[in-house]
């Protein structure tokens, strides 16, 4: 019997994408807006774009995302990575903006690498910092998880204390010492966009913890962690928040400061994910 609804597609897309590999990745990538460098650069890359894959969500094109799925390796880890996502903004439900993520869960990756642009709210952060997410809040007004529960994917009511695998952190955190890129770490609030702040909603932000701001990562991160794969995530501090420096924000900036530190990020990524497939495998 052929399964309908969010499995059936899931396993119609997992489906498709294995028949284009021997190996199965396993770890699954999410770039962010102006990250593509790295899907650019693996071995044995081969590209899909989002259209042909089943059911797959195709973004409305924002200048610096792409969209495709690539599949190829990093040294001898297979990966899949997102060149270009679904944001919430483009007023798509977040079943679509979540369903790249879970479909690479079904793929069967043991962990996912989001990445993303953020603007910087606390006031020691510079443009072109690195930052690990130790946690995130969820600013979004909604959840991906809202709606009838699929109980093989997780539980009704998943717990949220560890989002973010702390042995995954730990593995960042000495990759990036290794190679002398420094990396902050702090918390990520993702609201909604597409408006940027207003500096009175920054200030709201940093009142409640937040370290850095953006569009995206929060949903996939919960849908993930909802179905038990493991998430790492990695800000790129493009601009500071809104009211922190006497100058509007604009979505150039953002795209000339990911190109700018695109090759640290890039180093980083390349030396990081063999050794999450490494772990994978213990
Ligand atoms: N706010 C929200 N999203 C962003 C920002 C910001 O300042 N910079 C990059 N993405």
Redesign the pocket.
């Known amino acids: 019997m052929t399964r309908t609804g969010l499995l059936g597609q899931l396993d119609a897309c997992a489906a498709f994408l294995r028949g284009k590999r021997d190996r199965v990745p396993a770890v699954g990538l999410v770039l962010g807006?102006g990250l593509g460098a790295f899907a650019e650069r693996l071995k044995n890359r081969l590209a899909i774009p989002y259209e042909e894959i089943p059911h797959f969500p195709v973004p409305s094109g924002v200048v610096g995302h792409a969209g495709e799925l690539v599949l190829g390796d990093v040294d001898s880890t297979p990966v899949a990575v997102l060149s270009g996502r679904v944001h919430f903004y483009e007023g798509r439900p977040m079943t679509d903006v979540v369903f790249p993520a879970r479909a690479l869960a079904r793929l069967g990756v043991g962990a996912v690498v989001l990445t993303?642009?953020?603007?910087?709210v606390r006031r020691t952060f510079k443009p072109g910092d690195l930052m690990l997410l130790t946690d995130h809040i969820n600013a979004f007004g909604t959840n991906p998880l809202i709606g009838p529960n699929e109980d093989s994917l997780g539980a009704r009511f998943p717990d949220m204390s560890r989002v973010y695998d702390p042995a995954l952190r730990k593995l960042a955190k000495d990759t990036a010492r290794s190679l002398r890129i420094p990396l902050r770490e702090g918390v990520y609030l993702g609201?909604s966009?597409p408006s940027?702040?207003t500096p009175a909603e920054i200030r709201a932000y940093r009142t409640i913890g937040a370290d850095a701001?953006?569009?995206s990562t929060v949903p996939e991160a919960i849908a993930l962690s909802h179905t038990g794969v493991r998430v790492l995530g990695i800000s790129t501090i493009?601009?500071?928040?809104?009211g922190i420096l006497p100058k509007p924000?604009d979505h150039s900036e953002?795209l000339a400061t990911t190109k700018k530190v695109g090759d640290r990020f890039v180093r980083l990524l390349t030396a990081l994910v063999p050794k999450i497939g490494r772990t994978l495998r213990k």
């Open positions: 807006s993303n642009a953020a603007g910087g609201n966009g940027y702040e701001v953006g569009m493009t601009n500071m928040a809104a924000l953002v």
